[in-house]
């Protein structure tokens, strides 16, 4: 719906929002291309949400500016700046038809009958709603809700979309449904959306570029593979899918391989950035479906070791492991139930191996 041009977007230069000694938001920068589609990641009390109600311009920031393709709009009134809004809770009116929720922002802006009649038609038929305009809320399940506020939102073709964890109502089954229907609706419109959500899966599934929040900062921004791929930080490898970790001692390099050590045991691990001289520590962060179990000593195996399960969970496409050792502690393992040859029981003694790229070495936070 929105013109998806090369201008510059959205750009945060050192906003900050404080509440007396507390920084909801400390000093950040950011910049959203036209069209992408943006998700603001983190932990409860993180500073998302506040980032998104000073966009919308419901809360005005402590200092820095906020500026669209260039244009300064840090002061801006939130009618003013043509963004629409999505909330966790709809915020539907429960006695007006489909078609009247979606044709209100056209009402307060004074269109003509007509061509809000065609801009409605247009917006409900984009989340195939068409044959339920005449419905009121309370007749639709909670996904055609959530669509009728998506239309509502986008009906006058407002600059940037706004999504403020607009999943949470919905169970685990219509959650991942609707993921898949919001992708391809930003697919086709080209707003630009910037969405607001602690739910890792969300956003790795939707975004071009996720955003991971900390205490009011971002800590890590890039495309869902880059971040899950290669964390910089041990914040980031755990909070962005599962990780374990092994923490050592570099004894050495070679052919760009860091050599470490853990309880008497050495470990090979690809650098990734900087070699680290020997004595230094080192973090390694794993991802669990990158072990591998078997139940003899792998041969020619970069790293290996023997450990114990200590429980184990059956998921349907996967077994899901804790492998506990002397010196690494527990080490989860995810690995293909159709492919493996062992079947686990609590208690048995296995070997797990990984490769030497498998991991990433991580700033420890």
Same mark, same amino acid.
């Given at each position: ?29 950011? /910049? ?45 009134? %939130?009618?003013?700046? @043509? ?82 964890? %607009? ?63 290669? %964390? ?39 650098? @990734? ?14 991802? %669990? ?21 200590? @429980? ?33 029981? @609590?208690? /048995? ?17």
């Amino acid at each position: 719906m929105a013109d998806s041009s090369d201008r510059a977007g959205l750009e945060f230069r050192g906003i900050s929002k404080h509440y007396g000694t507390v920084r909801a938001v400390d000093n950040v920068d950011l /910049q959203v291309p036209r069209g992408q589609f943006l998700t603001l990641l983190g932990p409860s009390g993180s500073g998302k949400t506040t980032m998104l109600m000073m966009i919308a311009g419901f809360i005005s920031p402590t200092s820095g500016r906020m500026l669209l393709d260039g244009t300064d709009i840090t002061d801006r009134q %939130p009618e003013k700046r @043509n963004f629409g809004m999505v909330f966790q809770g709809y915020a539907l009116f429960p006695h007006l038809s489909v078609f009247d929720n979606v044709a209100f922002p056209l009402k307060v802006r004074r269109l003509s009958g007509d061509e809000m009649r065609g801009r409605v038609k247009k917006a409900l038929d984009l989340v195939q709603l068409g044959p339920l305009a005449d419905r009121l809320p309370r007749q639709l399940s909670g996904g055609q809700q959530q669509r009728v506020a998506l239309a509502r939102a986008l009906v006058f073709n407002p600059e940037i979309l706004l999504l403020d964890e %607009p999943l949470g109502a919905l169970d685990r089954k219509l959650r991942q449904e609707v993921q898949i229907e919001l992708k391809e609706l930003h697919r086709r419109v080209r707003t630009t959306f910037i969405y607001v959500t602690h739910d890792q899966e969300e956003a790795l599934s939707m975004s071009d570029r996720i955003a991971i929040v900390r205490d009011g900062r971002f800590v890590q921004i890039g495309t869902p593979d880059e971040l899950y791929e290669t %964390p910089r930080t041990r914040f980031v490898a755990g909070f962005l899918g599962e990780s374990n970790f092994l923490r050592g001692t570099v004894r050495g390099s070679e052919s760009g391989e860091i050599n470490y050590e853990i309880g008497g045991e050495q470990y090979r691990q690809r650098a @990734n950035g900087r070699i680290p001289p020997a004595g230094d520590p080192i973090l390694v962060a794993m991802r %669990p479906e990158k072990v591998r179990i078997a139940a003899q000593r792998p041969t020619g195996a970069a790293n290996a070791i023997e450990g114990t399960i200590r @429980n184990w969970n059956y998921f349907g496409s996967t077994f899901h492991m804790t492998i506990v050792h002397p010196a690494l502690g527990d080490i989860v393992v995810s690995c293909p139930a159709w492919r493996t040859q062992i079947m686990p029981e @609590n208690g /048995q003694r296995l070997w797990i191996d990984w490769d030497a790229d498998a991991g990433v070495v991580v700033a420890d936070d």
